[in-house]
């Protein structure tokens, strides 16, 4: 097994990467490394998320640095200076209806971005003697889009061919094709894991999820696109990166592993699922509540169905989902219901001065 020393982090202000930070901290993970969070803090980042990392270890294991990753001077420099083993890249544009409206940036942050941090890996992996010549350097998050979109049978393979369909997709796609490139080319070892819709606390409240919890509880409308029966296939947050880390010590170099829920809703049903747990715990009426649901035009190019086939990592690295989905949703409720002054900075866009109030400065 892989032993993780100096990780490079990049979009470790965002829901999934600060999720995987916070794990990788928590006290029974048996990790003695530091961390290098690399942000630019676009609207997704957001500092906050990371408090209880910062108070406890910054400056001494966890380190922020707020910048872009297609600045290369950046990236040259924190593989020297921190003798980075390890990347994990999740930092993106991720939101499919954001790339709709304006699909540019997805092209600089997902292609470029993602480019820019290879060259920087590939630089610093040739020039080493050391512990990086070996294992897993660079991983790379993905997504399940871009294998395209399912009918209402099979699910995507690891072998499946790309099909992606819309800006977000095809930029994530170009990404992981450049990934693997610099594998086949330099023999750069990276791994890729492309994995389904992840929910949990402190994501972002434009995702499906948090979007529907927030405007129940703030008696607004429901926005369903379409016929509301798309089918996404859900996973906790904190089993993804539960996967991420095993790929990470135990990963074979060049290889994809495919990450799921095997947990299919149609959005609709998902809703009325939300609808029975938020009214539950927060005292709303349900049928005042299922009155504001609202069919609005549908999404462009809405892919219909995905599902994943994980069977892979499952055999390979032993991976075994912790969360069911009730337990799961009803956590994910609960947090939102606590955290009211997280959901206010959020709102207020408060969340952008967080660094400022309370990062001592070093
Ligand atoms: P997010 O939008 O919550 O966070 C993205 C983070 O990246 C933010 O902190 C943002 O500030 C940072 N970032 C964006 N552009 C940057 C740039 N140019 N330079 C530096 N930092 C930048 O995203 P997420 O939902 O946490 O997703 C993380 C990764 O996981 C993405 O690569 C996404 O494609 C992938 N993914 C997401 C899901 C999902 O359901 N959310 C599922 C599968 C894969
Ligand atoms: O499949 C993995 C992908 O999941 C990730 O790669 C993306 O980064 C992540 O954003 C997510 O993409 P989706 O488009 O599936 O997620 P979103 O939460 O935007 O939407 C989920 C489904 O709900 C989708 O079918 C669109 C629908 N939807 C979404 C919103 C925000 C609605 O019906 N109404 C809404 O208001």
């Keep these: 097994m892989r032993s993780l020393q100096n990780i490079l982090v990049t ?40 408090s209880t990392v910062e108070k406890k270890f910054g400056g001494t294991r966890y380190f922020f640095v707020q910048a872009d990753i297609c600045d290369k001077k950046t990236a040259d420099f924190l593989f020297s200076e921190y003798d980075i083993d390890t990347v994990v890249h999740f930092a993106a544009e991720s939101h499919v209806d954001r790339s709709i409206l304006g699909p540019e940036v997805f092209l600089r942050t997902n292609i470029l971005g993602t480019f820019t941090l290879l060259q920087a890996a590939k630089n610093a992996w040739q020039k080493a003697d050391g512990s990086i010549k070996d294992g897993v350097l660079f991983h790379h998050i993905s997504t399940d889009e871009v294998y395209g979109s399912l009918g209402t049978e099979g699910s995507f393979k690891e072998t499946t061919a790309y099909e992606p369909r819309s800006p977000y997709s095809a930029s994530k796609a170009s990404s992981d094709h450049f990934v693997k490139a610099y594998f086949y080319t330099y023999g750069l070892p990276v791994t890729l894991s492309n994995c389904s819709n992840n929910y949990g606390p402190f994501q972002f409240p434009e995702k499906l999820i948090p979007l529907m919890i927030l405007n129940m509880l703030e008696g607004k409308k429901l926005p369903v696109y379409g016929d509301g029966k798309q089918i ?31 947990n299919e809703w149609e959005n609709i049903e998902l809703l009325h699922k939300l609808i029975e747990i938020v009214c539950d715990k927060a005292g709303l009426n349900r049928d005042t509540v299922i009155q504001t649901i609202t069919h609005v035009t549908d999404r462009l190019g809405h892919d ?30 609960d947090w939102y219901l606590k955290n009211k002054a997280w959901i206010d900075n959020v709102r207020s866009g408060e969340y952008r001065n967080w660094i400022e109030k309370n990062y001592t400065k070093r």
């Design 304 to 333: 219909r169905r995905y599902a994943i086939d994980c069977t892979k990592i499952k055999k390979e690295l032993n991976w075994k989902r912790q969360f069911d989905f009730e337990t799961g949703l009803a956590n994910t409720v």
């Design 232 to 262: 996404r296939d859900w996973i906790h947050v904190s089993d993804h990166n539960a996967a991420v880390r095993l790929i990470l010590q135990s990963g074979k170099p060049g290889e994809t592993y495919n990450i799921g829920g095997e």
């Design 11 to 50: 979009g470790g202000a965002g829901f999934i990467g600060s999720d995987f930070i916070r794990a990788l901290f928590a006290e029974c993970s048996g990790f003695t490394g530091r961390v290098i969070n690399l942000d630019k803090l676009t609207y997704a980042g957001n500092a906050e998320n990371l």
